[in-house]
C-alpha cells in the first residue's frame, strides 16, 4: 500500500497488555514498534510500527486502529522516555504505564560505572606520573602488584562486571579483585551494594504500597550518599515515580519489545541490510502481523 513505508497496522494484534520501543532499521531510519506480550515474539505479536518517534505521528498513526480497540489495553511497558510516555497515555488512555524496571536498574549501573571510570583514570594518571619521575631518575620503573596477582591499573580496568553483578554470583578471581578494589575505595563499595538494594527490593514479591516505601528508604539513602553524582537516578524517580511503582502491580517488563528488536536485527542481518524498506516490513508483517 501507498503508506507501506510509513507505517504499518494489526489492529487484531492489540492484547491488554503491550510494550512500545523504538529500532532503526537502516540509515538512521528509527521507528516506533508496538507489540503484544501475550503472542510471545510469534504470530500475532506486532500491533502497529511506524516511522519516526515524533509522538503527534505516532499518536495519530494509532488512533486509526479505533478508540474501542485502543480502550482494551490495561496496561503498557516502556522505557524511560518521555517521549514513549506521552505516546503511551494518548493513544491508548485507559492503561497502566509501567516503566521498565531493566532500565531503571541500567541507568544506575551506568552512574556507578562512570565512577568506577573517574577513579580509573585518576590511577592512570598518578602511574603516569610515577613513570615520568623513574625516567628522570633513569630508574626502571616497576609497577605494584596487589594480592592477586594483578596491578591496581588492571583490576579498575577489569572490574566493570564486577560492579553489576551479585556477589554471589562473582567467581573467585573477581571476588579477590572486587576485594582489593573496595578496600582502596570504600565509596565504590557503598555505590555498589545501593545499586544491589535496588536489585534485591525488584526481585522481592511485594506489593506496589510495600515497593513504594522501600524505594523511597532507598532514594532517601542514595540522596544522603552522592546528590551531586547520581543526580540524573534521583531525577528519574522523581518525575518517574508513579510508573516505576506499578511495575509491583503485575511485574511487567519491556523484555518482550527488547525480544522483538533482537528478531527485527537478525532478519535485517540476514537480507544482508535494507534496500527496500517497504519490502523488509511487509516480511515483518507476514511473520509477526
Given amino acids: 500500500m501507498e503508506h507501506a513505508e510509513e507505517y504499518v497496522l494489526h489492529g487484531s494484534n492489540i492484547g491488554e497488555n503491550l510494550s512500545i520501543d523504538e529500532t532503526s532499521l537502516s540509515n538512521g ?13 510469534r504470530k500475532g505479536a506486532l500491533v502497529a510500527m511506524i516511522k519516526g518517534v515524533a509522538s503527534d505521528n505516532v499518536i ?22 518521555g517521549s514513549m510516555k506521552h505516546i503511551a497515555s494518548k493513544a491508548f488512555p485507559s492503561a497502566e ?3 521498565d524496571r531493566f532500565h531503571v536498574q541500567q541507568l544506575m549501573g551506568q552512574a556507578i560505572d562512570e565512577m568506577r571510570i573517574e577513579l580509573r583514570w585518576e590511577v592512570i594518571k598518578a602511574e603516569n606520573e610515577r613513570i615520568r619521575l623513574s625516567r628522570q631518575r633513569k630508574e626502571r620503573y616497576r609497577p605494584k602488584v596487589e594480592a592477586n596477582g594483578e596491578t591496581l591499573r588492571q583490576i579498575m580496568a577489569r572490574s566493570k562486571h564486577i560492579m553489576t553483578r551479585n556477589k554471589s554470583k562473582w567467581s573467585e578471581t573477581q571476588r579477590q579483585r572486587a576485594e582489593i578494589l573496595f578496600e582502596r575505595y570504600p565509596r565504590l563499595e557503598t555505590a555498589y551494594n545501593l545499586s544491589m538494594k535496588l536489585t534485591d527490593i525488584y ?4 506489593t506496589a504500597p510495600a515497593a513504594r516505601l522501600k524505594l523511597a528508604r532507598w532514594y532517601n539513602e542514595l540522596e544522603r550518599f552522592d546528590p551531586v553524582r547520581f543526580r540524573t537516578v534521583i531525577d528519574t524517580f522523581t518525575t518517574h515515580c508513579d510508573t516505576i511503582i506499578n511495575y509491583f502491580n503485575d511485574r511487567l517488563t519491556n523484555a518482550s519489545a527488547e525480544s522483538f ?10 537480507f544482508r541490510g535494507i534496500n527496500d524498506t517497504a519490502f523488509f516490513l511487509f516480511r515483518l508483517s507476514a511473520l509477526y502481523g
Fill in 29 to 41: 531510519e528509527v521507528y516506533t514498534v508496538v507489540t503484544n506480550k501475550a503472542a510471545k515474539g
Fill in 60 to 81: 495519530g498513526k494509532l488512533k486509526r486502529l479505533g478508540l474501542s480497540k485502543r480502550r482494551k489495553v490495561q496496561t503498557v511497558t516502556a522505557d524511560l522516555s
Fill in 97 to 99: 504505564q509501567i516503566s
Fill in 203 to 206: 526481585n522481592e514479591r511485594i
Fill in 261 to 270: 528488536n533482537a528478531k527485527i536485527k537478525d532478519l535485517r542481518r540476514q
